[in-house]
């Protein structure tokens, strides 16, 4: 009911900045809450930042301060904005998006890849 689609992935150096943008479709009234997750190879996938619909904001301790999520109400849209990149944020990063009512992620895109050198 809901569908995504990120964009902006790719090779950056480390300490520079990067943009991910994460375009929202479907029933957009329906979400209570939009994430930014990543899954690097063999390890689990976690959590980079949130936004709720109330404009509360989460961010994982490991990209605090570096990292500014935000929502484009005017063309469904969440961003993530990193500054900083470590080669240990190479990861896939994956938007998705929370219902009301339900306390967890159940709409995910298909992800954008992220590879950080030195």
């Known amino acids: 009911q809901v569908q995504l689609v990120e964009s902006g992935g790719g090779l950056v150096q480390a300490g520079g900045p990067l943009r991910l943008s994460c375009k929202f479709s479907g029933k957009i009234f329906d979400i209570n809450a939009l994430g930014w997750f990543r899954q690097a190879p063999g390890k689990q996938r976690e959590l980079v930042a949130t936004i709720r619909s109330d404009g509360i904001t989460n961010y994982a301790d490991s990209v605090k301060g570096r990292a500014i999520i935000s929502r484009d109400h005017v063309r469904n849209m969440v961003n993530l904005q990193m500054n900083s990149l470590k080669p240990e944020d190479t990861a896939g990063y994956y938007c998705?998006?929370?219902?009301?009512?339900?306390?967890?992620?159940?709409?995910w895109g298909q992800g954008t890849q992220v590879t950080v050198s030195k």
């Open positions: 998705a998006a929370a219902i009301y009512n339900s306390d967890s992620y159940d709409y």
